[in-house]
């Protein structure tokens, strides 16, 4: 029968030491009849060769060290009292004061070998408590490693999100230095030209001040003269016969002057360098036609309206009618083997290309059973390889990422791998080209979140075109 918990405490309290509150440790026993550990009581006897009498710390009797025994059946009580367990320690059994000895695999609980021949546990799978606890330590180990992985990717895409975020400011930053340095050069070059353009003006003016005033006297010196001459004549016509005829030769000789000859004051000299200033300031016009038009491009994004171009396809991917799908065939097409089709990897070219200016399009991937579960969407230069195997980064001219269920891959040199939860995968993303900047950016079309940005590039005026490998269905928005 099991010792009841009152009985258990009075009998552990009973065999504690006084001095020390521990269970008995080598117990000795006084004339006075109480009990103390032999080290303990030996503590507190002088150590002088005649020691005087010690006082009992409970009593007060004296004694000296040579009068207390051995107390060895209160030592082996102590033994025995050990290996009885706690009532109110977690390793005993609340109903029958026992060690849990079992686990309970039906009702998930340690219960002690009196439990488990109990009616409640009777049917119940039981092991021993030890080998449960190895077993869920197991099972947690296990959960605490998933937790812990999944913890570093989640830290992993944080550090992935602050080092775009870092990436995308730096960009802004760059790009607000630069758009500064040029206004600053286009206000200087203005200025200059401001400054050039009316001195050239001031001394057209002044030129042009001179001539007129040259002229204006030059004529009213003429002027002058025609008037006089004018009055003298109409005084000899109101002249009777006798005086009129006096010197009408010599005053008819006057009026045969020379015919006034009208002086060029404004040259074809003065005229011509008129012009040109104007054609000076006319050579503005284009300057700053080409600045707005570089303003304009900078601001406008254009999307677009992608086509996949079918001789550039590999043999066993299938293009829709309209040419704006693709998937995976199983069996090869007889298709011409033309120069510009891949032969060896899932690959096809868009048609469109660019030179220069800002684009996007949007694909959309479509996964079905009989698919491989991978595609690959970017930009190709126009003289990537087409024949035979093929290096998917920049430095083969291909700025792409690969996608599955489960994670992206950035095809850089070394490879840089984005694991996503099958939530987070998306199925349309949006490729960004910047012809001038250099700049492949990817992002997820759904939620705008950023994906994988690649270092700046240079395309050297080389032709870019869109470029995908299809082991899934590819749709182009």
């Known amino acids: 029968m099991a010792i009841s918990s009152q009985r258990a405490r009075e009998l552990q309290a009973a065999l504690i030491c006084p001095l020390c509150r521990e269970y008995f440790t080598d117990p000795v026993i006084l004339r006075c009849g109480h009990n103390f550990c032999r080290a303990c009581i030996a503590r507190r006897c002088p150590a002088s060769p005649l020691p005087p009498a010690c006082a009992c710390p409970q009593c007060g009797d004296p004694f000296r060290e040579g009068e207390f025994r051995p107390n060895r059946q209160l030592g082996n009580v102590v033994e025995i009292a050990r290996n009885i367990p706690d009532p109110t320690a977690s390793g005993a ?14 009702d998930e609980t340690p219960i002690c070998l009196l439990c488990a021949e109990s009616p409640t546990h009777r049917d119940h799978a039981v092991v021993p408590i030890e080998e449960a606890a190895l077993d869920y330590q197991y099972q947690v180990q296990s959960r605490l490693e998933s937790l812990k992985k999944e913890s570093e990717e989640i830290l992993s895409y944080k550090l992935s999100e602050e080092n775009t975020s870092q990436e ?4 802004l930053e760059t790009e607000k230095e630069k758009i500064v340095s040029e206004f600053q ?3 200087q070059f203005l200025e200059e030209q401001e400054r050039l353009l009316l001195v050239q003006l001031e001394e057209l003016n002044k030129e042009i001040e001179k001539r007129r005033d040259e002229y204006v006297a030059k004529v009213s010196e003429e002027l002058s003269s025609f008037s006089s001459l004018i009055s003298e004549m ?30 060029v004051a404004f040259s074809s000299d003065l005229k011509w360098r008129i012009w040109a200033s104007s054609q000076r300031n006319a050579s503005l016009e284009p300057i700053m036609k080409k600045f707005k038009d570089s303003l304009s491009s900078r601001q406008r994004l ?12 590999h043999c066993n991917l299938i293009l829709s009618a309209d040419r704006k799908s693709v998937r995976m065939g199983r069996t090869r097409q007889a298709l011409p083997d033309n120069p510009e089709r891949f032969d060896t990897d899932l690959c096809v070219l868009g048609c469109e290309g660019f030179t220069s200016g800002r684009h996007y399009w949007e694909v959309e991937m479509e996964m079905h ?3 491989w579960g991978l595609y690959v969407v970017g930009v190709a230069r126009e003289s990537v390889s087409r024949k035979g195997g093929i290096n998917f980064n920049p430095e083969q ?14 095809l850089t040199s070394p490879v840089q791998i984005f694991p996503l939860s099958p939530s987070r995968a998306p199925r349309r993303i949006r490729v960004y080209l910047d012809y001038e900047e250099g700049r492949v950016m990817f992002f997820d079309a759904g939620n705008e979140d950023p994906i994988f940005t690649f270092p700046p590039a240079s395309f050297a005026g080389e032709r870019i075109r869109p470029f995908f490998w299809a082991g899934v269905t590819v749709r182009l928005l």
């Open 93 to 106: 059994c609340g109903e029958h004061e026992a060690l849990l000895k079992l686990f309970c695999e039906v």
């Open 168 to 171: 995308l400011l730096k960009q």
């Open 185 to 187: 050069q286009l206000c």
């Open 234 to 263: 109409e005084q000899k016509f109101q002249q009777p016969a006798s005086e009129f005829l006096q010197g009408i030769k010599g005053t008819l000789n006057r009026c045969e002057r020379e015919k006034f000859q009208n002086p």
């Open 302 to 313: 254009d999307k677009v309206n992608m086509t996949l171009d079918p001789d550039t396809a």
């Open 369 to 371: 059973m009989e698919d």
């Open 397 to 410: 001219g291909i700025w792409a990422v690969q996608g599955s269920e489960d994670q992206y891959r950035a």
